[in-house]
């Protein structure tokens, strides 16, 4: 079975530009996490899909971050214009459930520098 | 949210146990502890989890008091593979479909040679 997988790995962009992350879940999670890891601080929640639904976005730093998930499969981040202090590590995970007993799977994450 | 609150670096040497201890003094009462383990340019992976007492699995043993205000993580006979970052998280898992996880800096451990 694959695992969650992100593309791009690495993506260096200038201040201003606009970067689109993408998340493949695995298959029949419905699910999916996005957390943020700034250099040097803790990795922190960005939001949760259920299918479709934005079941909890309380983490997402402002309106520059917008995330999608038409149709329940993958989902998308986009940052819109990427200010320095966005750079860092962006982990997608998903779940089968949000039960106890289901855990989160990561992706590799999402290494973006902005310069 | 419970914090929790962990050695920033631990080092060991192959074949050693090593036992790392993380503390959740306001942890409540329908919180589960998990512990999560990271290596370098990958996403992290979960290890264990329990309420109380004793779990043990293929990769580790979990050891939480009666008062549930710490617990450890034991690594049996610890190989240079195990050089990671190990995370505890401290949560309350069954709160409808909210099941964000909250992160510490996590343990940097090191096995050498």
């Known amino acids: 079975e694959a695992g969650v997988t992100q593309f791009p790995s690495h993506s260096v962009i200038e201040k201003g530009q606009t970067v689109t992350l993408r998340c493949d879940p695995i298959s029949g999670h419905d699910n999916l996490y996005w957390y943020r890891r700034v250099m040097g601080k803790e990795i922190k929640f960005l939001l949760h899909f259920v299918k479709e639904s934005k079941q909890d976005e309380s983490g997402m730093p402002n309106n520059r971050f917008l995330a999608e998930r038409t149709g329940g499969t993958y989902s998308t981040l986009k940052v819109q214009p990427a200010e320095l202090e966005d750079s860092g590590v962006y982990f997608c995970?998903?779940?089968?459930?949000?039960?106890?007993?289901?855990?989160?799977?990561f992706g590799p994450g999402t290494r973006l520098t902005v310069t | 949210l419970a914090k929790t609150t962990q050695p920033i670096s631990m080092d060991s040497y192959e074949g050693q146990e090593v036992n790392i201890t993380c503390s959740h003094n306001?942890?409540?009462?329908?919180?589960?502890i998990t512990w999560y383990q990271q290596f370098p340019s990958q996403g992290p992976r979960f290890i264990i989890q329990?309420?109380?007492?004793?779990v043990t699995n293929e990769v580790a043993s979990l050891f939480i008091p009666a008062d549930r205000k710490s617990s450890t993580l034991s690594l049996p006979r610890v190989s240079l593979s195990d050089t990671a970052v190990y995370y505890c998280?401290?949560?309350?898992?069954?709160?409808?479909?909210?099941?964000?996880?909250?992160w510490g800096l996590g343990t940097s451990l090191a096995v050498n040679p």
């Open positions: 995970a998903s779940s089968q459930g949000s039960g106890i007993h289901y855990e989160q799977y």
């Open positions: 306001n942890i409540a009462t329908n919180d589960y």
């Open positions: 329990g309420y109380k007492t004793k």
């Open positions: 998280l401290v949560g309350d898992y069954r709160a409808g479909n909210n099941r964000k996880l909250i």
